[in-house]
């Protein structure tokens, strides 16, 4: 075959297969080297990235719709405290547990890092054995950062009724190390608010927020 130009030769079709061989000089010998070996066990830097559509990190397959970065399902975590090793939505499950049952139990979450934020709509329709101070059930186990007190309250209650007591305004706080919510209630206008423990109760109805530190 005569000597061709590169700028001659045929386009290739894109994408390149991780198989395909490149010719490369090496140690002054031409030698063949796989699209896979150019960047296997080497980190890339670039100035600028751009993803057309969707890219996937720690071996995640991209989405295969819109555009934006996919993360693996199971967590890889990072120690170092600057990188954003994961995003997740879901579901969840508010509940009492025991043998309570319920006309509605709604629960959704964002996760991005150790960040959490979960939303929740739980009517118990019979308390029967169900715990009445506690909501299980959170997506992820709470931090130890994020320690039992009523102080370190983080979550709001956009509407409650039907409670085991009567109270003035009700707020909710992640318990350390668990997956679990307690309620800090308030019994008057300009009261202290304390952990309640008989907060749940037959038709007690809850809907809030709360966002808290996950333990990874």
Do not use: H
Not at 8 to 24: D, K
Not at 62 to 75: E, L, R
Not at 191 to 214: D, E, H, L, R, S
């Amino acid at each position: 075959m005569a000597d061709s130009k590169i700028s001659a030769l045929p386009a290739s079709t894109t994408p390149l297969a991780g198989t395909e061989v490149l010719p490369i000089v090496q140690s002054s010998t031409t030698k063949q080297v796989s699209v896979a070996n150019l960047t296997a066990g080497r980190a890339i830097s670039a100035s600028t990235v751009t993803a057309t559509t969707t890219m996937g990190v720690g071996a995640a397959t991209p989405a295969a719709s819109g555009a934006g970065i996919t993360f693996p399902a199971a967590q890889s975590a990072s120690t170092d405290a600057n990188t954003l090793d994961d995003y997740e939505e879901g579901t969840w499950t508010p509940n009492v547990g025991g043998t309570a049952t319920y006309t509605l139990q709604n629960g959704s979450y964002i996760k991005v890092g150790r960040l959490v934020t979960v939303s929740f709509d739980m009517e118990i329709l019979l308390i029967l054995t169900g715990d009445i101070a506690e909501m299980k059930g959170l997506p992820f186990v709470v931090g130890s950062a994020t320690a039992p007190k009523q102080e370190q309250c983080v979550g709001a209650a956009g509407y409650f009724a039907s409670l085991g007591v009567n109270v003035y305004a009700l707020s909710f706080y992640a318990a350390a190390n668990r997956q679990v919510v307690y309620a800090i209630s308030t019994s008057a206008l300009g009261a202290t608010a304390n952990a309640n423990p008989n907060i749940y109760g037959n038709g007690t109805k809850v809907q809030g927020t709360i966002t808290y530190m996950a333990a990874s």
